[in-house]
């Protein structure tokens, strides 16, 4: 499965990619040669055009100018509609979130989540809390247009 280090001015595509479960590295605070030095063996997603040059392969060139387009981009040209898993990873960090007991979140959450949820996940790196709340709807929507 291929994975992603999302440049600087690709924040937002970092979420939509986390989002449908790919897993995408990305800092707002470093340099081009931090970039190649973390990238490894991820694809570096970027709109310089120097900074691709200097990673050859390792490097995706996005050309849309939209956070939802330049998403589909990346979707379209890896081939990923089929591996997507949505709600699989933490948005912040791109960490796999784990399931958890809602008894051993109980004063994490917000009274009204407490009363009608039951199916929480966490992130193991910062620990936020997700279920599938008010946003969630939004997200599935997003999700959707995505991958269609
Ligand atoms: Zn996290």
Redesign the pocket.
């Given at each position: 499965m291929v994975r992603f280090l999302a440049d600087v001015h690709l924040g937002r595509v970092a979420k939509y990619l986390r989002l449908l479960g790919f897993d995408t590295l990305y800092f707002t605070n470093i340099d081009d040669s931090e970039i190649i030095d973390i990238a490894d063996n991820r694809v570096v997603l970027t709109k310089d055009k120097e900074l691709c040059k200097r990673l050859d392969s390792r490097c995706y060139f996005v050309e849309s100018k939209k956070p939802l387009n330049q998403a589909k981009e990346i979707i379209k040209r890896f081939n990923l509609k089929d591996s997507a898993n949505p709600f699989s990873r933490?948005l912040?960090?791109s960490?796999i979130l784990k399931r958890v007991e809602k008894e051993k979140i109980l004063d994490k959450i917000p009274p009204k989540v407490k009363k009608f949820y039951n199916d929480f996940k966490i992130?193991p790196?910062?620990h936020?809390i997700y279920w599938p709340g008010s946003h969630y709807e939004r997200m599935k929507k997003i999700i959707r247009d995505l991958l269609d």
């Open positions: 933490c912040k960090d960490a992130c790196i910062c936020k």
